[in-house]
């Protein structure tokens, strides 16, 4: 399945690919890169993340960290 991360700051998108609703660290340091990428900013949070996070199918995410660097994928209902 296809994830989209957002950083409304910066106005900046990345898709990847999720599975088992798990990002591995790369994953997770490829999507802080992709959505900031400046040193010391501290406008994300979880993979650089800002504001609201979908699925491509439009379900709303939260992105929680893992010890090991990667990120689990919670699904949220408003």
Do not use: P, W
Request: glycine share 10%.
């Amino acid at each position: 399945m296809k994830l989209t991360l957002r950083n409304d700051f910066h106005n900046r998108t990345v898709i990847l690919r999720c599975a088992d609703y798990r990002l591995s660290k790369q994953q997770v340091s490829r999507a802080r890169r992709e959505l900031c990428g400046i040193a010391g900013c501290t406008c994300g949070s979880v993979a650089g993340t800002r504001g609201t996070q979908q699925f491509l199918e439009g379900t709303k995410v939260v992105l929680v960290a893992r010890e090991d660097g990667g990120a689990d994928v919670e699904q949220y209902i408003d």
